[in-house]
């Protein structure tokens, strides 16, 4: 059974740094692609970021790139997204989400992943 866990999340000023962690049990992150998505208030959820299975490639939504990035950490099983430069429409519950798929391109839909954190607030006061 896949699990995974967000943590990290917090009250940051705008301009700060928060680093979130996903760590998943019941899989191997490596084997795994890997995304990030936020969900604000009255908004639907959006991507983020994500990683391949590999961990050879990211991408990111244009509204996070140049300030957020992935990592992986594959002795802990888990996954980071560091998000620096914070802003207040950063403000979102945020999720980690996984895929057990060997793809060599970063799945941006959340549809196309099978399991899900239960997601960890982020606020940014301005």
């Known amino acids: 059974q896949v699990q995974l866990v967000e943590s990290g999340g917090g009250l940051v000023h705008a301009g700060g740094s928060l680093r979130l962690s996903c760590a998943a049990s019941?899989?191997?992150?490596?084997?795994?692609?890997m995304g990030w998505f936020r969900q604000a208030p009255g908004k639907e959820r959006e991507f983020v970021g994500g990683?391949?299975?590999?961990?050879?490639?990211?991408y990111f939504a244009d509204s996070v790139k140049g300030r957020f990035t992935i990592s992986r950490d594959n002795a802990k099983n888990t996954v980071y997204l560091q998000m620096n430069s914070l802003k207040s429409e950063d403000t979102a519950v945020y999720y980690c989400?996984?895929?057990?798929?060997?793809?060599?391109?970063?799945?941006?839909?959340?549809?196309?992943?099978?399991?899900w954190g239960q997601g960890t607030q982020v606020t940014v006061s301005s």
């Open positions: 990683i391949t299975w590999r961990g050879g490639t990211t």
């Open positions: 019941g899989c191997t992150v490596s084997e795994y692609a």
């Open positions: 989400a996984a895929h057990p798929v060997r793809s060599d391109y970063v799945l941006q839909k959340q549809n196309y992943y099978r399991y």
